[in-house]
T-cell receptor, first 114, second 115 residues
Framework: QKEVEQDPGPLSVPEGAIVSLNCTYS??????FMWYRQYSRKGPELLMYTYSSGNKEDGRFTAQVDKSSKYISLFIRDSQPSDSATYLCAMRKGLTGGGNKLTFGTGTQLKVEL | GAGVSQSPRYKVAKRGQDVALRCDPISGHVSLFWYQQALGQGPEFLTYFQNEAQLDKSGLPSDRFFAERPEGSVSTLKIQRTQQEDSAVYLC?????????????FGQGTRLTVV
């Protein structure tokens, strides 16, 4: 079993919909949680970064972390066709040194249709 | 440069051939990571450098894989005697790692196809 589980999709939604993306993890040593967006044939780019349990909002994006359930979510409001990409959850155990290496989920492929 | 630069972008190798993949990190970034991303999967950690020191190579899948960063800047990932299962996108990431500035920036990757 992988340390980080993520539904690969694909997920198809109409423009303007609220999108919910989720990951679960098994290792309680993970302390820092990230969401990356990856367009086709590009490298991942950081969208959201959270440390503690709770919510963090940035524009149309909200990240939630529930450490007690080992569950993280990303919500996208008013989704746009330009949001069509693969969304990767990632987590790490520390801030520096070897703890900085990321463990990724499989990625969820999202398509926002006009 | 403005971002992490990887070359070549695409590489086709015949099975058994040796390949070398280059990563130019963001100037001044202390940490450098290599990840392998198979089709339809998330990136998997390969190895980590802090300056020129390779501190973690636990993700390298076999002794055919070798990475170096001799002057603490540019890094090269070398794969000897390539096999079909080595076909993947190889991503390089770098981070500054000072204080709270620990965001990892990724390059566009090198897509390796072994035929």
């Amino acid at each position: 079993q992988k340390e980080v589980e993520q539904d690969p999709g694909p997920l198809s939604v109409p423009e303007g919909a609220i999108v919910s993306l989720n990951c679960t993890y098994s290792n309680s040593a993970f302390q820092y949680f990230m969401w990356y967006r990856q367009y086709s044939r590009k490298g991942p780019e950081l969208l959201m970064y959270t440390y503690s349990s709770g919510n963090k909002e940035d524009g149309r994006f909200t990240a939630q972390v529930d450490k007690s359930s080992k569950y993280i979510s990303l919500f996208i409001r008013d989704s746009q066709p330009s949001d069509s990409a693969t969304y990767l959850c990632a987590m790490r155990k520390g801030l520096t040194g070897g703890g900085n290496k990321l463990t990724f989920g499989t990625g969820t492929q999202l398509k926002v249709e006009l | 440069g403005a971002g992490v630069s990887q070359s070549p972008r695409y590489k086709v190798a015949k099975r058994g051939q040796d390949v070398a993949l280059r990563c130019d990190p963001i100037s001044g970034h202390v940490s450098l990571f290599w990840y392998q991303q198979a089709l339809g999967q998330g990136p998997e950690f390969l190895t980590y450098f802090q300056n020129e020191a390779q501190l973690d190579k636990s993700g390298l899948p076999s002794d055919r894989f070798f990475a170096e960063r001799p002057e603490g800047s540019v890094s090269t990932l070398k794969i000897q005697r390539t096999q079909q299962e080595d076909s993947a996108v190889y991503l390089c990431a770098s981070s500054f790692d000072r204080g709270l500035n620990t965001e990892a920036f990724f390059g566009q990757g090198t897509r390796l196809t072994v035929v």
